[in-house]
Every structure is written in C-alpha cells, then in structure tokens.
C-alpha cells in the first residue's frame, strides 16, 4: 500500500505518548530500564530535541533552536545556531544550536558506523499522547473490538504531550536523501508494528532521539523527522504498518562535531585521564616536599 511521508511537526497539538507504543503508554513514560540515554532529551518550541554536550542540543530545522528545557530547568538559547549539510551547505532538516548554561551531562556518544537492517533502536520523544486503541475496516470505518475482518488498528493521537520511548528495528537505509519538506536527510527507518510491540513517532518528537547500544555504550544513530501514513488514514493517528524517518547521525557526525567542539568519548575519556595524573603528580610533589 502506497505511503506519504507527513512532517511530525504539525501545527495543531494532537499526539500519542510521544514515540507511541503497543499497550498502555504508561509503562513507557518513565525511564527505559535497558538505559538508553533519557536525561538527554528535553523540549525546545513545543517539541523534542537532543543535548549533545558542550551547550550544544540538536533538533530538526523545521523545529528551530530556542530555549531548551532539559530536567525540568530551562536553558536560554544563546543566538547561535547552525543548520547542517546533505547535499549543499545548510540545507538539512536538522539544526545545531546553543545554549546558555551546563546540564551537568558528559558528551553523548555519536554513531560513527551506522548498525546493521535489523538491529534494534529505542527513540525517545517528547511527541503527542496516545489515546485508546481503534480498528478500522477497509474503508476506513471504525468498527468494535469484535468485528472481523480487521484491515487496520492504531491509535489517535490526544492534545497533550509528554516523554516515552519505543522500541524499533532499523529496516533499510535509503540510498538517497529524503524530504519531507523542509530539507534533506541522509536517512533510514523504523516500522510500527502492534504485533512486536515496536514504537511510532507522533507529532512533536521531531528532533527526538534514537539510540543504539553498541555493546559497550549508547550511541545516538538518529533523529526522528517524519512519519509515513496509509493512503486514506484518518489525521492525528498511529497505525499498524507506518513508519518514523530518521535522520542518520554517522553522515553528519563530523559537521557536528566541527561546529560544537564536543570531544569524542575515548578523547574526552584521556582529557579526564590526564587532569587525574596531573592532579596525582602535584599531590605526589606535596608528599615528597613535606
């Protein structure tokens, strides 16, 4: 069945438990207890963005930077800001930008080689909440939970946001940049389906954050920017079989780095390492001068 992407940004509030999940959304609205990095995700404009480190956070372009609420404390945006690059300078649907302040968190881990179609993601959003499960014949028409033959279940999406978390499956990265609108990306994606319990972007997790477990750390591989609907699905819904575009962190990984200054782990690891011996060394001195 033919799919259209839709921007997760839309300008009437409407949503699910912000990435939307199989169930009750209230088991999704706490921490993930796998620890993927959920104190990195904060709001900026009503909508989802990521703290990278060094005062810098990202979200998507058609966002925009702001002030950013992180931990229940808000950060003032600073003015600066920069648009990041696909196929020509500054036309990405993602935007850097900083603010005032430090939230106390070190640098988030950026994925340098993008994992493998079927390796599993948890993306965080701060996107609309989720309300009651529906189902739908093939035209479209709600029909109660006992009716057969089912064509479609999903959820609508309720006018109040919050954060959760879903899981999700990488499925392919696209060969060429997807728009939807506002900018290309460098792009893969992740598909909802009841049946593995896996998560759905809604409007407002624009500039969420997807992240990997690599075996030793978490990595942040993407940003969530769109999702796809079925031909004839009603607005401001979730269903079975849509999927959330993301945009692909490795493509970007150097621009961001260049632009925020932010240490990769194993550096700022060695920073931390030599102001320890230095400090050692000095204490050592005092105890050989005494």
């Known amino acids: 069945m033919r799919q259209l992407l839709l921007l997760l940004l839309i300008p009437f509030s409407t949503n699910l438990h912000a990435v939307i999940t199989f169930g009750d959304p209230t088991n999704n609205a706490m921490p993930p207890t796998n620890g993927a990095p959920w104190n990195y995700i904060g709001q900026v404009n009503g909508s989802s963005a990521i703290y990278l480190g060094n005062s810098w956070a990202l979200t998507a372009f058609h966002v925009g930077p702001g002030n950013l609420i ?42 340098s080689t993008p994992p493998s179609p079927g390796s599993q993601v948890t993306m965080i959003g701060f996107g609309f909440d ?9 035209g479209w028409v709600t029909i109660p ?30 060969p060429t940049p997807i728009d939807a609108g506002n900018g290309p990306n460098w792009s893969f994606n992740t598909t909802f389906l009841l049946s593995e319990d896996y998560g ?17 750390e978490w990595e942040l591989v993407g940003m969530m920017f769109a999702v796809t609907a079925h031909t004839g699905q009603p607005v401001n819904t979730s269903v079975n079989g849509n999927q959330t575009i993301h945009a692909t962190i490795a493509a970007y990984k150097p621009e961001i780095l260049s632009v925020t200054n932010i240490p990769e782990p194993s550096t700022y690891a060695l920073l931390i390492l030599g102001a320890a011996s230095c400090l050692w060394f000095s204490r050592s001195k005092k105890r050989l001068s005494t």
């Open 70 to 111: 992180l931990g229940g404390t808000t950060y003032t945006y600073t003015g600066t800001s920069h648009r990041l690059t696909t196929l020509s300078p500054n036309d990405a649907d993602m935007i850097l930008f900083q603010i005032n302040g430090d939230p106390g968190l070190t640098p988030l881990p950026l994925n």
């Open 145 to 174: 939970p006992s009716t057969n033959p089912v064509a479609f279940q999903g959820y609508p999406w309720l006018p109040t946001t919050s954060k959760k978390w879903g899981y999700g499956n990488i499925v392919q990265y696209f």
């Open 130 to 138: 989720q309300g009651s499960l529906i189902q739908w014949d093939a």
């Open 200 to 216: 759905q972007g809604a409007a407002h997790d624009s500039g969420g954050g997807v992240f990997y477990y690599n075996g030793t």
